[in-house]
């Protein structure tokens, strides 16, 4: 029913332990400092007193790790609730692709998309036995499978909206409005970056 599923992620803890000492002095000599490395550095851990390099902060707690485990989330929500209208979550991708005139061509969506053109045709093959796109040969290239959005497909397309909307309030309900706001614009910077449609 959904093209990925969210993998649990075990928390984990990182310690970085101190080696500060206090100046203990035994019987004849004392401690003056932490014993030399082999290249010149004084021993111990990583970012002490004084600068050094600070520990990386747990994966659980970067950026990509953070995404891709909330996007497997979203994107199984976004399945399932597109599932009864006879989509899928990149097929529909395949529909904005149309809808936003980033290509035509069946080659050229694949591209744009970043999966192989055989899926694209697999993708399309669903997607007019829907009634949702039109194939039509390119005049200038007989080649070439042009696809265009019917009045169906921009129909499906906007329930699809309708859907995803929803389950943005749903997904953002611990958000205050204005904190949703900058998620979306921070999330739509991010995706126009990497020439994603952002609607």
Same mark, same amino acid.
């Given at each position: ?22 100046g203990a002095r035994t019987e004849g000599r ?50 399932? =609730?597109?599932?009864?209208? *006879? %989509? ?9 692709? #149309?809808?936003?005139? !980033? /290509? &035509? ?26 009634g949702a796109i039109r194939r039509t040969r ?30 943005? =309030?749903?997904?953002?309900? *611990? %958000? ?9 614009? #921070?999330?739509?910077? !991010? /995706? &126009? ?7």
């Amino acid at each position: 029913m959904s093209d990925a599923s969210a993998d649990g992620a075990a928390e984990v803890r990182t310690e970085v332990p101190s080696e500060a000492r206090a100046g203990a002095r035994t019987e004849g000599r004392s401690d003056t400092g932490p014993a030399a490395r082999p290249d010149g550095g004084p021993s111990g851990a990583a970012g002490g007193a004084g600068g050094g390099s600070t520990a990386a902060p747990p994966v659980q707690a970067s950026t990509v790790f953070r995404l891709g485990v909330l996007g497997a989330i979203a994107t199984e929500r976004f399945a399932a =609730a597109v599932e009864p209208h *006879g %989509l899928k979550p990149k097929q529909v991708g395949l529909m904005i692709v #149309l809808s936003e005139g !980033l /290509a &035509a061509s069946q080659l050229d969506v694949a591209r744009v998309m970043g999966v192989a053109p055989s899926l694209v045709v697999g993708f399309a093959d669903h997607l007019e036995g829907l009634g949702a796109i039109r194939r039509t040969r390119d005049p200038a290239d007989r080649r070439r499978q042009l696809l265009t959005l019917t009045d169906h497909g921009r129909e499906l397309l906007d329930t699809c909206s309708l859907i995803a909307g929803g389950l943005d =309030a749903e997904f953002a309900a *611990g %958000l205050s409005g204005q904190e949703h706001a900058v998620l979306a614009g #921070l999330l739509g910077r !991010l /995706a &126009a970056d990497r020439g994603l449609p952002t609607g």
